[in-house]
């Protein structure tokens, strides 16, 4: 059954697997497909630190995408929260996991509007005074 079990304990601890009736430890180090490796320690401690945020959250580094991973361990799986887009660990992972965390999406959603909007804008004032400056150009020859 261990081979079939989807509940991961970071701390390799035992536990009650729905359905089976039984408890067991796990040989923590490979998820699912092998590709995914637990984070348990780590320089600035953000694998420990993420539990501050919320206590299921679990750090991994994805072996095959070369990749931090931040997964919640809920129920019979471990579900991906969030790609962190660092090479490395520090202040910014933490930073950013609680940027993007489920209960910010409106103020997140609402701040990509924004930059989106700032974004548009820029662009029509740069296309205006580029035509501006064409117009200007061809009427001074004329």
Same mark, same amino acid.
């Given at each position: 059954?261990?081979?079939?079990?989807?509940? !991961?304990?970071?701390?390799?601890?035992?536990?009650?697997?729905?359905?089976?009736?039984?408890?067991?430890?796990?040989? !923590?180090?490979?998820?699912?497909?092998?590709? /995914?490796?637990?984070?348990?320690?780590?320089?600035?401690?953000?694998?420990?630190?993420?539990?501050?945020?919320?206590?299921?959250? +679990?750090?991994?580094?994805?072996?095959?995408?070369?990749?931090?991973?931040?997964?919640?361990?809920?129920?019979?799986?471990?579900?991906?929260?969030?790609?962190?887009?660092?090479?490395? /660990?520090?202040?910014?992972?933490?930073?950013?996991?609680?940027?993007?965390? +489920?209960?910010?999406?409106?103020?997140? /959603?609402?701040?990509?509007?924004?930059?989106?909007?700032?974004?548009?804008?820029?662009?029509?004032?740069?296309?205006?005074?580029?035509?501006?400056?064409?117009?200007?150009?061809? /009427?001074?020859?004329?």
């Amino acid at each position: 059954h261990r081979a079939n079990c989807r509940i !991961f304990q970071a701390d390799n601890a035992p536990h009650q697997c729905r359905g089976t009736g039984h408890a067991h430890g796990h040989q !923590f180090g490979v998820l699912m497909n092998g590709a /995914l490796r637990p984070i348990i320690s780590d320089t600035f401690d953000i694998a420990s630190r993420l539990k501050e945020i919320d206590p299921r959250y +679990v750090l991994y580094y994805n072996l095959a995408r070369h990749r931090y991973e931040v997964h919640t361990l809920q129920g019979l799986g471990s579900y991906l929260q969030c790609v962190l887009p660092y090479r490395t /660990l520090d202040c910014r992972s933490l930073r950013y996991v609680r940027r993007t965390r +489920v209960e910010r999406a409106d103020s997140l /959603l609402a701040e990509i509007e924004r930059d989106n909007a700032a974004r548009e804008d820029a662009k029509l004032s740069r296309v205006r005074s580029n035509a501006e400056r064409e117009m200007e150009r061809m /009427l001074s020859r004329g």
